[in-house]
């Protein structure tokens, strides 16, 4: 069962790290990705989002890991002259 289980979210893991590497971006949430924030009271008023920038998409969190570990490879990496 435990096996089971393992190689469950082994096969997860590798899912979700080809879906960051294909598809960096996804949804916003605050705005369901329409990247405008509607008035409660009147529904033709609108502002832009500020999560997004009213563009309606974000970086995924696994894609945003990864962008942080290369560049800590890079710096790790880079050889002093």
């Given amino acids: 069962m435990i096996l089971l289980a ?3 979210a082994a ?3 590798l899912y979700y790290i080809g879906a960051c590497a294909i598809f960096p971006f996804g ?3 605050r705005c369901d990705g329409t ?3 509607r008035n409660p009271l009147s529904r033709k008023m609108f502002r832009l989002c500020p999560r997004c920038t009213g563009t309606g998409r974000r970086v995924r969190i696994g894609r945003r890991i ?3 570990l290369r ?3 890079r710096n790790g990496t880079r050889g002093t002259r």
């Fill in 35 to 37: 990247g405008k924030l």
């Fill in 71 to 73: 560049a800590e490879h």
């Fill in 11 to 13: 096969g997860y893991s």
């Fill in 6 to 8: 393992s190689l469950a």
């Fill in 66 to 68: 990864y962008e942080h």
């Fill in 27 to 29: 949804s916003c949430r």
